[in-house]
């Protein structure tokens, strides 16, 4: 089992900068890829970014340029810096586990709100 906890998410003006952290506790050793995705109001849930175990990333296309995943195996944490941010990136953020036999596991969410 994992536990995913996600902090960092608040209110900020266009332009503006965030980062969002997920602590992970529980079978960490299991882990293979952490992701964030975020669910906009009206529109689906969809992938922000991801970083695999050795360290390789992907980022949504919408994303790319401004924001930078990166994880702290030493911590059991991931990290989504995002820069310049704009009213569309507002949403709930998600932090997201795979296991390596593909159990997935969500947080609880954090809210980001980009005022224009």
């Known amino acids: 089992q994992v536990q995913l906890v996600e902090s960092g998410g608040g209110l900020v003006q266009a332009g503006g900068s965030l980062r969002l952290s997920c602590s992970a506790s529980?079978?960490?050793?299991?882990?293979?890829?952490m992701s964030w995705y975020r669910h906009a109001p009206g529109k689906q849930r969809e992938l922000v970014a991801s970083v695999i175990r050795d360290g390789s990333t992907n980022y949504g296309d919408s994303v790319k340029g401004r924001f930078t995943i990166y994880r702290d195996n030493a911590q059991n944490k991931v990290y989504l810096q995002m820069n310049t941010l704009k009213p569309e990136d507002t949403g709930i953020y998600y932090c997201h586990a795979v296991s390596l036999v593909n159990l997935r596991y969500w947080g609880q969410g954090t809210q980001v709100t980009v005022s224009s």
């Open positions: 529980g079978t960490i050793s299991g882990i293979k890829a």
